[in-house]
């Protein structure tokens, strides 16, 4: 039990913040709807968390006005020195895509 306690992952605050498109299906005009912190152990587990806070009515937070997460929405995680990456949620889960869909 002491070795797993050691060897387990620390679980870290990720800095998220979700873009979506004034409509539904829309491809561009992708505009900053919510920035949070998120507690996961990576930025896969970042990823779900973030998914499943943004899609179960009772986990949505008060100040959020952005819609559920569906296809199409990004999600940049910000690690600070660690990078930057982007997510767009495409059918059959969470896909990393380049900066310049943003625009």
Partial sequence: MMIRMLTK???SQYDVTIF?????RQYKGYKTVYRTSIPANSRENCLKETFSRFNVTDRIPENYKGRFLSTGDIVLI???RG???YYQLKPGGWYPINRILLC
């Fill in 9 to 11: 992952k620390a679980c």
């Fill in 20 to 24: 979506q498109t004034p409509k539904y």
């Fill in 78 to 80: 910000d690690e600070g």
């Fill in 83 to 85: 990078g930057q990456h």
